[in-house]
């Protein structure tokens, strides 16, 4: 378990370079990041190189016993770089980013991608056998490479030439029949645009567009990473993700990596810190391991504008949360907030003036326990019995065609998650080629683009004993994006036991459903009208069109089950169907947790450890199991402890 932090030596005079070093050993910290920005401090001139900057900081640091993570600076090409070769992306309108900002370069030019491949060399080759440097950073917060140059349309046509062999296969997949469209040239093809008639380009050529632009993404950081295998084979290898961001497939850009990082703010890109719990559980299950926190937020956030100060104890709170949920080592951004630039108001650990005060104190002392109880914790890792699928292809297919509102991935991700959490259930979101028998019960988000491939794994699941829940807008299209002609949800129908006779696509608009249990609730977004082909009612419909018509069915299948939600409810649905389908799957839970309270377990060897994180400001009660032993906070009395606001307690239970 580490305690890190993001360092910009570069942006200070080399006589402060040692009092931060012993303020941050001082702090419990071990490892710092460094130079992911700096690709004009190491190569000034093309071709000659300076590292003896970089030198005389890791020098500095590993004096204090720090570490060093570095990055490789391909997020800021040199302006030098940049007056040489117009490697520029290009907008939809093809109008160049321009030279000021970061990530101003288009990962598929090769012009960009040759100087990347050096600057790394050198690099690695400098760096592969220095004591401090322990692993590595691929560039920045990638994204997918949505350019529209000229070296991306033709790379764009080769690849379609590639993955369909002939214009006329390609034509027939996408039917480009509609609207006049068929191509007789494969230079005819163009990147699609935002058009008048709004996002009108064909949804086919929509997504493998973004196939392609994610797919660039991941061959421009295999480079890099291909060279720091073969020239530091004893170091890690990670890159720091973006939580719910969405443009690529994180699945496809973590394969070559060691483990996921990602970049936690809790008050600047979250409504809420429990909003955070969601995103560190992502990122866990891109890999299904535990993962950095890269930058972890320990101050105001701001660009042009700022925001609120995190209050006294949230920045611990969210570090301990971070843990919770699997993370092994928290990094926090920055060290100290920068006097120039537009980073000016996104404050670090210290202040502009570099002097410790408030907010060190609160990181000294999380890294005082880290490190205390680093012991304990080491090689322990979350471990459920509850997944949500998750996946970037029907994110994008969905985002191509929104259809109405409130049917957004991550939307739909949420309803299922918050309300898991809510009833004391753990949650991995994972992706469909994950280890599926793993899990007593699976939600599966609106499984847009169905294939035979994911069909097999489903069924199987199922079939062998697991529960599954479909949603609305299952089984609508294929892999190219063209819709099906199956009954919907297409070829998971035998499974469900349902065929979808109409639907009504509410948006904004509400319905109501009742259990056949009695209980009613408010549904909206969508609502399927469902034909039971052997499963049994388990909701209907009590107005509008389809009233009295069944909303929710459950199938069994082999020796599992199959629920299909045929609508979206309020929470309230969700936490009382969703406790009685957990009960069915005899899924363990931590109940009467209150909503703003975070519990996790991790485990290994037979012992587990509980972690309860209050998100609030005011002190909550929290059961606790019996004979536990605190590891942190206060002990236990009559079966529950009392968390004071942003309090931590850590218990190990055996």
């Not at 570095?70 to 309108?93: F, K, M, S, V």
């Not at 030279?99 to 690695?124: D, K, W």
């Not at 349309?153 to 690849?159: E, H, P, T």
């Not at 409810?569 to 209150?594: F, H, K, Q, S």
């Amino acid at each position: 378990m580490r305690v890190g932090v993001d360092y910009y030596p570069e942006h200070w005079e080399e006589s402060r370079w040692q009092i931060d070093a012993r303020l941050m050993r001082e702090a419990g910290i071990s490892v710092v990041r460094l130079a992911e920005f700096s690709w004009c401090k190491m190569e000034p001139e093309e071709g000659k190189y300076d590292f003896g900057w970089l030198d005389r900081a890791l020098e500095v640091l590993y004096k204090e016993g720090i570490q060093a993570v570095l990055g490789t600076p391909t997020a800021t090409p040199p302006a030098w770089l940049h007056q040489r070769y117009d490697i520029y992306p290009r907008d939809a309108r093809r109008y160049p980013l321009g030279f000021g900002t970061r990530l101003q370069r288009c990962l598929n030019h090769p012009v960009m991608r040759r100087y990347s491949r050096l600057i790394t060399e050198a690099m690695v080759s400098h760096y592969a056998n220095h004591p401090a440097v322990i692993g590595w950073q691929t560039d920045n917060e990638f994204e997918a490479n949505l350019c529209y140059c000229d070296v991306c349309a033709d790379l764009f046509r080769q690849w379609l030439q590639r993955k369909y062999g002939s214009l006329e296969a390609l034509n027939k997949a996408w039917g480009t029949v509609f609207w006049s469209q068929e191509y007789s040239s494969w230079s005819q093809i163009p990147l699609p645009w935002v058009a008048r008639c709004g996002q009108s380009h064909n949804p086919s050529l929509w997504l493998d567009y973004r196939r392609f632009a994610s797919e660039s993404t991941v061959s421009f950081q295999r480079e890099q990473v291909e060279i720091i295998r073969r020239l530091a084979p004893h170091h890690f290898i990670t890159h720091n993700f973006m939580g719910l961001h969405d443009s690529m497939d994180y699945f496809a850009l973590a394969e070559d990596l060691d483990f996921v990082s990602w970049d936690n703010y809790p008050k600047g890109n979250w409504e809420e810190a429990g909003h955070a719990a969601l995103a560190h559980d992502v990122m866990r299950g891109i890999k299904g391991k535990n993962f950095w926190v890269m930058e972890e937020q320990s101050g105001i956030t701001g660009w042009e504008h700022v925001g609120r100060r995190p209050a006294p104890g949230q920045i611990r709170a969210w570090a301990w949360q971070a843990v919770a949920h699997g993370a092994d080592a928290v990094v926090f951004f920055r060290w100290r907030s920068c006097l120039y630039g537009t980073e000016q108001y996104w404050h670090g650990i210290l202040n502009h003036d570099g002097v410790p005060r408030r907010r060190y104190r609160e990181v000294s002392r999380f890294g005082e326990e880290m490190n205390r109880l680093s012991a304990e914790l080491d090689g322990t890792t979350p471990n459920h019995q509850v997944a949500i699928l998750n996946s970037y292809e029907q994110n994008w297919a969905l985002q191509i065609q929104p259809q109405v509102n409130g049917l957004r991935w991550w939307d739909q991700v949420r309803r299922y998650y918050h309300s898991f959490r809510r009833l004391g259930a753990g949650v991995d979101i994972v992706s469909i080629e994950t280890d599926l028998k793993r899990y007593r019960l699976i939600a599966v988000p609106s499984w847009y683009i169905l294939t035979e491939r994911d069909t097999h794994r489903l069924t199987d699941y199922v079939r062998e004993g697991g529960i599954l829940i479909l949603s609305p807008r299952t089984g609508v299209k294929d892999e190219r994006n063209v819709c099906r002609t199956e009954p919907l949800p297409s070829l998971l129908r035998e499974a469900a036991g349902v065929e979808v006779d109409d639907y009504d696509p509410l948006g904004d608009a509400q319905n109501r459903i009742r259990l056949s249990t009695g209980e009613e609730f408010t549904v909206s977004v969508w609502a399927d009208a469902l034909l039971l082909k052997g499963a049994e009612e388990v909701a209907v419909y009590t107005h509008s069109i389809f009233a009295g018509e069944p909303a929710i069915a459950r199938h069994r299948y082999g020796k599992g089950v199959v629920y299909t939600f045929g609508t979206y409810g309020e929470p309230a649905l969700y936490n009382t169907l969703l406790g009685r389908i957990l009960d069915e799957a005899r899924v363990e839970r931590l109940a009467g947790i209150p909503a703003d309270v975070d519990a996790c377990w991790r485990e290994k060897d037979g012992t587990r450890i509980l972690f309860l994180i209050n998100l609030s400001g005011e002190e909550r009660a929290v059961p606790v199991p019996s004979e536990v032993t605190p590891l942190l906070g206060a002990p236990p009395q009559q079966g529950a402890v009392n968390l004071p606001p942003y309090e931590v307690g850590i218990y190990r239970v055996r």
